[in-house]
């Protein structure tokens, strides 16, 4: 059994489409195109972590046309009936989970801190799409746009970890360079504001801001 990790699939929002610039012309197309990437990879036994923002609606014809079992972690857009919900395996607004002797937590949304993260742990998340948004610890984007439309193995998950690590000598909090690490959350928002559509959320400018100012 193999485990996958994935977010922000966004099946049948059609707004997604220009918003993120996907290379599909329809919604139509979009949805067919994350189905046959999703299950050339998925098997039937294997585990996907969707970490948020499945689909816009029509959630069951979506859960039953992939493969594998899914765990959800709950995003802004998951929105869905009852009924619906009752096809994950699980739901969950977040989960620490441990894999080789790691911990990884789930979280659609990205996080400053989390379980462990000043020893190592890691995390994946969602949310931010391909905006230009860089996590400046341990965190990886496991969003379609930024990972070729396609889930992503554990295997290929702890790769770009331990490439992030390597780039992240003696990673703590207490050790971080206060000057570099602001110049980099500022560059952050500088990089969203000259959007044309901001795509950071209030709470999380909010949560820079608090940041900074203990800088």
């Known amino acids: 059994m193999e485990t996958y990790f994935v977010a922000d699939t966004h099946f049948d929002h059609e707004s997604v489409l220009r918003h993120c610039q996907r290379p599909w012309d329809t919604?139509?197309?979009?949805?067919e195109g994350l189905i046959e990437n999703w299950n050339k990879l998925v098997n039937r036994k294997d585990?996907?972590?969707i970490l948020?923002?499945?689909a816009w609606k029509d959630h069951r014809?979506?859960?039953q046309a992939l493969k594998g079992k899914k765990v959800l972690i709950k995003g802004n857009h998951d929105k869905m009936p009852q009924v619906s919900y009752e096809q994950f395996t699980e739901v969950l607004p977040l989960k620490d989970l441990k894999i080789d002797k790691k911990i990884v937590v789930l979280c659609h949304y990205p996080m400053f801190s989390w379980r462990n993260s000043c020893h190592g742990s890691w995390h994946a998340f969602g949310h931010v799409h391909n905006s230009p948004f860089k996590h400046p610890f341990l965190g990886i984007n496991v969003g379609v746009d930024v990972q070729n439309f396609t889930p992503v193995s554990w295997p290929d998950l702890k790769k770009q970890f331990e490439a992030k690590a390597d780039t992240l000598t003696n990673f703590d909090h207490h050790d971080t360079n206060p000057s570099q690490r602001a110049k980099m959350l500022l560059?952050?928002?500088l990089d969203e504001f000259r959007k044309d559509e901001i795509s950071l959320q209030r709470d999380r400018i909010?949560?820079?801001y608090n940041l900074l100012q203990n800088y």
């Open 61 to 63: 014809k979506f859960i």
């Open 206 to 208: 909010q949560e820079i």
């Open 187 to 189: 560059a952050d928002i």
């Open 27 to 31: 919604v139509e197309e979009m949805n």
């Open 47 to 49: 585990l996907v972590y």
């Open 52 to 54: 948020g923002d499945f």
